[in-house]
């Protein structure tokens, strides 16, 4: 789930930086000079923004894939302790437990 969420936040963070570059083509003279005086702000920046990212998609996805998990693995395993779940024949209780 971690590895879906970098990746997600990978993706739109490209997205958005390359969006920035063809809204910004204005800037390209002072490239250099922004580049020089601000690459620390920038880089900060585009951290902060991947890391929010990241925690957003994480808790995006915790939310509303993994929803009523432990009730559902505690249904599921009343119903294999009761015998009722039908079990595939390579597959046997004894081994199970």
């Known amino acids: 789930m971690i590895a879906n969420a970098l990746f ?10 390359f969006f920035l570059g063809n809204q910004l083509r204005f800037l390209i003279p002072y490239r250099f000079l922004l580049l020089h005086q601000y690459e620390t702000a920038i880089l900060l920046s585009v951290t ?31 119903e294999l302790n009761a015998g009722r779940t039908p079990m595939p024949p390579h597959l046997h209780r004894g081994e199970l437990n």
Not at 48 to 69: H, P, Q
Request: no cysteine.
């Open 48 to 78: 902060v923004l991947f890391v929010n990212l990241t925690g957003a998609f994480f808790t995006f996805a915790r939310r509303f894939f993994l929803k009523d998990t432990g009730r559902k693995l505690a249904h599921f395993d009343r």
């Open 8 to 17: 997600a936040a990978t993706g739109l963070t490209l997205a958005l930086i």
